[in-house]
Structure formats: structure tokens, C-alpha cells
């Protein structure tokens, strides 16, 4: 059983991610659910996974260097080629056992426009400066709106685009911009580390793979301050659940000051989730919220519960929480309501 046939047939097969654990035959996530290689496989044979198995896999995926970091830190994340398909790695031990999960890459530049993303995010990338948070849960598409949001600034501004991945997923082609795409680990001990010295190479725009603590936000808002225009993750699960996170992440004795500098740099938060589609795939769901006078005074004021009914009004120039938007997909036929009501917050206001 040889891995880079197992990723291929992945892809092929248009799964999103591949699991590999020690006595099970490899297991597709597709449309969200997931299938042991045999049921996508027809008459494919395929047994379950031994140590053996297991252990030549990272004999083909890892050299020298990163089998010894993954051994001696027992986790280890990494971008993989692949003929025509790339895949984000992870390494990691169950049970004294190799686990691998491969997320499954796109070779297609994202753009705005195949993810359905409203206009109002041109407008709004097309600023010199601000904080744009992609939110969600793991596995709802983040990276890949953070991509066609780069792709969208390379194809229509002459800027200085920095990436900090982890690793790198998307390759960028450099188009009216210049693109640095720089990885943790190989080229930046961490994501803090890297903004900090990314403001000493005169860029932009700065996307950042995920803000994952104390220090990489308090970075990336003081980036956003300075005349930046910052693009990161958050694994939250509403616009204001970000606010929130964020104003939590601080000691109480810091906390007036991060409402200040957040309610003036934020400019939006995309927050969204993949449901099923009725015939197969899915389509993503997305709150949108875009920083007013209102929030402003709202996120200022500690009254962040109360952003809600701000986005509910503000349809007309962009904004729409997620409960609308799914049940939008629902009326327009895309989704069951099945589907919808898994995902809404208020699902007894589906058939309002």
C-alpha cells in the first residue's frame, strides 16, 4: 500500500481530507462525511493499516531532518507536492501509534467569485489598512477564502503581500504584487516571531495561517494600527465570539485598551461553515460583519451581545448574520432543511 497513491486516489476522488491510523484501512472525508477507502473504492481490497504501513509512510513524505523533529516533538505539520496535487500534512501519535491526516489542496486559484463571496469584499480588501478575520470551525474552508482574498489584492493591487503559513498551502503566483510566503518552522520560529520582523520587509498587506495566541493577536491588531492591512484565522464560531475572544485573550488591566484599538482597525469578520448540498458537495454559509460607527461604539462599550442586532439591520450596505444566510440556501433549494436546522442558531425561525 504506497501513500502517494493513497493521496492521488484521495484527490481523485474529491475528498477533503485523508485519515491514516493504525488498524484501519485509510479513511476520504467527502461532502463533509466520512468513508473507509473500500466503500469509495469499488472491489478496492484495501486492509487495514500496519505498523509497517505506517512507518513507510513517513519514510516517503519526511527526509532526514523533519522525521527526527517529528519523533522528538511527536506532532509535526508540513506542505506536500505531489504531482499536480499538494496536501497540508499532520504527524502525530495515538495509542504509541503513527497517525496521519492529509488535508487535500486545490490546484485551482480561489477566487472571490467561485466561493460566492459578496462584492462588498472587494471594496473593502481594496484598503490600505485594517484587521479581516476569516472565522469558523476546523475544516470550514478559512484558508481557502484567505487564498482567494490574496489572489483577488495580487490580480488587482501593486502591493507587498508577506504570508505567514503553517504550513504553506496555497503556491501564489506573483500577478501586479509581490508575494513572500514564509512557513513556520523553515523560515520563522513562530507566528509572533514572524510579524514582528514581517514589519521590517516593507510589506502591505500581511495574511496570517491562523491567530493562535496572546501574542500573535496583540501583534497582528498593533500591525493593523501602523498602517498594515492584516488578513487572519480564528477558529470561532461568530463575529462576535471573535470580539469576544479576542478581548479575552487580554489581562483585565489591558482590556479597555484592546476595545479602543479593535473597535478603530477592524474593518470585517467572515465568519462561515460548510453544509451539504441536496445532490452532493457543500456550500458555505457566512456571517459578515463590517465595522461601522455602531460596532465601533458597541465593541468599545463592552456591549458585544448587542453586534447581533447591528448585523440583522445592516443588509444594506453588506452585512447578514448566519441564521439569514442559511436561510436563504434553504428557500433558494441548495440545502434540506435538515441541513439548515443543524446549523442555525435559532432554528425555530427557519420557516419564518
Known amino acids: 500500500m504506497e501513500i502517494n497513491n493513497i493521496l492521488k486516489l484521495a484527490a481523485e476522488k474529491q475528498a477533503s481530507d485523508i485519515h491514516l491510523l493504525f488498524g484501519q484501512p485509510p479513511i476520504f472525508r467527502i461532502s463533509g462525511e466520512l468513508f473507509d477507502i473500500n466503500q469509495v473504492v469499488k ?20 527526509d532526514r531532518e523533519q522525521k527526527k523533529r517529528f519523533l522528538e516533538n511527536r506532532d509535526l505539520d508540513l506542505g506536500y507536492q505531489l504531482d499536480d ?17 492529509a488535508r487535500v489542496i486545490t490546484d485551482q486559484d480561489p477566487t ?19 484587521l479581516i ?3 469558523g470551525p476546523t475544516g470550514c474552508g ?10 483577488y489584492i495580487n490580480a488587482n493591487s501593486s502591493v507587498n503581500i ?20 514564509r512557513q513556520l518552522g523553515t523560515d520563522m520560529v513562530s507566528f509572533a516571531s514572524g510579524l514582528k520582523h514581517a514589519l521590517r520587509q516593507d510589506p502591505n498587506v ?14 497582528a491588531v498593533t500591525l493593523a494600527e501602523t498602517g498594515h492591512l492584516v488578513l487572519a484565522t480564528l477558529h470561532t464560531y461568530s463575529a462576535a465570539q471573535t470580539i469576544d475572544r479576542i478581548i479575552d485573550i487580554f489581562p483585565p488591566h489591558q482590556q479597555n485598551q484592546i476595545k479602543s484599538q479593535l473597535s478603530f482597525v477592524l474593518t470585517a ?19 459578515i460583519l463590517l465595522n461601522n460607527s455602531a460596532i465601533a461604539n458597541l465593541i468599545r462599550e463592552g456591549k458585544v451581545a448587542q453586534i447581533v442586532s447591528v448585523i440583522e439591520t445592516g443588509g444594506n450596505v453588506g452585512m447578514i448574520t448566519l441564521d439569514k444566510h442559511i436561510k436563504q440556501l434553504y428557500q433558494d433549494g441548495i440545502i434540506d432543511r435538515e441541513a439548515a436546522l443543524g446549523q442555525m442558531q435559532y432554528p425555530d425561525t427557519l420557516e419564518d
Do not use: C, W
Request: hydrophobic share 45%; glycine share 10%; no cysteine.
Open 43 to 62: 472491489g478496492g481490497g484495501f486492509t487495514v493499516l500496519k505498523v509497517a504501513d505506517l512507518e513507510s509512510f513517513i519514510g516517503v513524505i519526511l
Open 85 to 101: 496535487y499538494r496536501y497540508r500534512i499532520n504527524f502525530s501519535f495515538e495509542k504509541g501509534h503513527i497517525k496521519i491526516v
Open 112 to 130: 472571490l467569485a467561485e466561493l460566492g463571496m459578496p462584492s462588498v469584499l472587494e471594496k473593502i480588501l481594496s484598503l490600505h489598512q485594517g
Open 133 to 135: 478575520l476569516v472565522t
Open 142 to 151: 478559512k484558508s481557502t477564502t484567505l487564498a482567494a482574498m490574496v489572489n
Open 162 to 181: 508577506v504570508t505567514l503559513e503553517d504550513p504553506v498551502e496555497y503556491i501564489f503566483k506573483p500577478k501586479k504584487s509581490i508575494i513572500s510566503q
Open 206 to 219: 500581511i495574511m496570517v495561517g491562523e491567530m493562535r495566541d496572546f501574542e500573535t493577536i496583540s501583534t
Open 269 to 287: 469578520i467572515v465568519s462561515q461553515r460548510l453544509i451539504p448540498k441536496i445532490g452532493g458537495g457543500r456550500v458555505a454559509a457566512r456571517e
